[in-house]
C-alpha cells in the first residue's frame, strides 16, 4: 500500500522560505512520477510541482522561479523547496503520485505566511 507522510510546514514571515519534504514507502519509488499540490482555504487544490522519474520538472506559472521540486530516491523522498514566501502561499501542501488509474496523497502539511 502506497503512503506518502509530508513535513516541514510551519508559519513564517513574508519572504521567508521553506523545505517541505515527503517519504513514500510501499512504492518503487524511483520509477514514480511525484508532485505537489496545495489547498488554500475556500479554494480548490491546484497542482504547483511535478517530476518525473528521470528528474523532469515542470511548475503552475505562478510559483516559476521561487519553488523548487526535487528527489532523492536513496530516501524515497521528494522535496518542494519554497523561497521567497508571500502570505498567498498560505494552504495545506500535499505531495502525490498515481499509480494504475488511482492517485495516492498524504495528509499534507500546513504553510501559514505572515505579512
Known sequence: QVQLVESG???VQAGGSLRLSCVASGTIFRFDR????RQAPGKQRE???GITSD???NY?????GRFTISRDNAKNTVYLQ???LKPEDTAVYYCSTRKRGFTY???GTQVTVSS
Do not use: F, H, Q
Not at 34 to 37: D, G, I, Q
Not at 60 to 64: F, H, N, P, Q, T
Open 34 to 37: 511525484m508532485a505537489w499540490s
Open 82 to 84: 519554497i523561497d521567497s
Open 55 to 57: 528528474g523532469s520538472t
Open 47 to 49: 497542482l504547483v510541482a
Open 105 to 107: 496523497w498524504g495528509r
Open 60 to 64: 503552475e506559472d505562478s510559483v516559476k
Open 9 to 11: 510546514g510551519g508559519l
